[in-house]
C-alpha cells in the first residue's frame, strides 16, 4: 500500500530552498528533507551514507555555492539531483530518496512501503 504525507505548498519551497519533515518507516521515527534544486523537486532521507547522522546544519544542506548538498558532520559532498556522493568517506553510495509528487500546488511525500506483517501462523 502505498503511503503519503503532505509537506508544504511548493510555493513556499522556491529554488535553492529545503524543508525538512519527519516520517514513520518500519516502526521507526525517521526524518527526511525535500528541496528545490534549480526547479527540480527532490527528497531524501536526512541521514549521511557514512555514519548514519543528519546532514544539516540548522535546515542549511547546500555547499556554500548552493551547487551541492553536504554533510556537515564529515564534509561528504552529494549530488543534489540523484543523492550521489562525489567526495568524502561515502564515496558512491547514495542518499536514500523518497519520490515526492505535486497535486494542486501541494507537495506530497511518497513514503517507503511498510514491510508485510508475516501471515505465518504461530503454533
Not at 519551497?13 to 534544486?37: D, Q, S, W, Y
Request: proline letters at 10%; charged letters at 25%; hydrophobic letters at 35%.
Amino acid at each position: 500500500m502505498t503511503r503519503s504525507q503532505p509537506l508544504c505548498p511548493v510555493a513556499d519551497l522556491p529554488p535553492g530552498t529545503t524543508r525538512k519533515f519527519v516520517f514513520t518507516h518500519e516502526g521507526i521515527r525517521r526524518e527526511g528533507f525535500a528541496a528545490n534544486v534549480r526547479g527540480h523537486l527532490v527528497a531524501y532521507e536526512n541521514a549521511c551514507r557514512h555514519i548514519p547522522m543528519p546532514l544539516d546544519d540548522d535546515n542549511d544542506f547546500f555547499t556554500t555555492d548552493g551547487e551541492f548538498f553536504i554533510c556537515r558532520t564529515h564534509g561528504a559532498i552529494y549530488e543534489p539531483l540523484n543523492g550521489r556522493c562525489i567526495h568524502g568517506p561515502c564515496g558512491g553510495l547514495s542518499l536514500k530518496s523518497l519520490r515526492v509528487v505535486e497535486v494542486q500546488g501541494e507537495l506530497w511525500i511518497v513514503l517507503p512501503p511498510e514491510p508485510e506483517e508475516s501471515t505465518t501462523p504461530v503454533e
